[in-house]
């Protein structure tokens, strides 16, 4: 069976400093992988997709990357983190092919004072 | 990009069915609808997704209008575990990622 594992869980960083957010997917392979954020109080919003090694699409311009240095390995980064980087983070995957069904890890709650 | 509206929230008692609906208006011959539901402080969970006929799974049935215009999600027992943000999605067979709108926020009344 497939899984995904994303860390650290919670973190607080302050402002100014770097950021690096892991995610794995074990399981499977040529997943499609996503990072989604979700600011307090609002809706998921995709940041960043990736259909395979290296190939990486931003959705939203902003001081955050994206990188997949393999194929079940996406990370999302910031070389100086904002006060509105603050949020959940959610990594998640999808078959290559099919309808599109998302499978999400455990999220990632960042607070940057 | 075709897009879906919900009702913000909506209100239902515990053990009473619960039927939420979803506008996709726009809706294109391939595109699939999905339901998501994301519990407090957890990422989103899939509920269920059809293309034309109604789905029925453990979870839940999803109603499909003949038209696909609209669909609604029916929860035939809704428990307290249930209360949740329902999201509905439409999406396109392939790469094309899941772009999640506002939901409707479910409470369950006990």
């Known amino acids: 069976s497939q899984t995904i594992h994303q860390w650290p869980a919670t973190l607080v960083q302050p402002v100014g400093s770097p950021l690096s957010l892991e995610c794995t997917v074990e399981?499977?392979?040529?997943?499609?992988l996503y990072w989604y954020r979700q600011a307090a109080g609002r809706g998921l919003q995709l940041l960043f997709y990736s259909v395979g090694i290296g190939q990486i699409s931003s959705e939203v311009p902003q001081n955050l990357s994206a990188s997949r240095p393999q194929d079940r390995q996406f990370i999302l980064s910031s070389k100086k983190l904002l006060l509105s980087d603050s949020g959940f983070y959610l990594c998640?995957?999808?078959?290559?092919?099919?309808?599109?069904?998302?499978?999400f890890g455990e999220g990632s709650r960042l607070t940057v004072l | 990009d075709a897009k879906t509206t919900q009702p913000n929230s909506m209100e239902s008692n515990e053990e009473e069915p619960v039927h939420l609906p979803c506008n996709h208006s726009?809706?294109?011959?391939?595109?699939?609808i999905h339901w998501y539901r994301q519990l407090p402080s957890q990422g989103p969970e899939y509920v269920i997704h059809g293309l034309t006929s109604n789905v029925n799974n453990r979870m839940a049935s999803l109603a499909i209008a003949e038209d696909r215009k609209s669909s609604t999600l029916i929860l035939h027992r809704a428990t307290l575990r249930d209360a949740a943000v329902y999201y509905c999605i439409l999406s396109r067979r392939g790469n094309t990622p899941l772009v999640f709108g506002k939901g409707t926020r479910l409470s369950v009344i006990a």
């Open positions: 726009t809706i294109s011959g391939t595109d699939y």
């Open positions: 998640a995957w999808s078959f290559l092919q099919g309808p599109g069904e998302l499978f």
């Open positions: 399981g499977t392979s040529n997943p499609n």
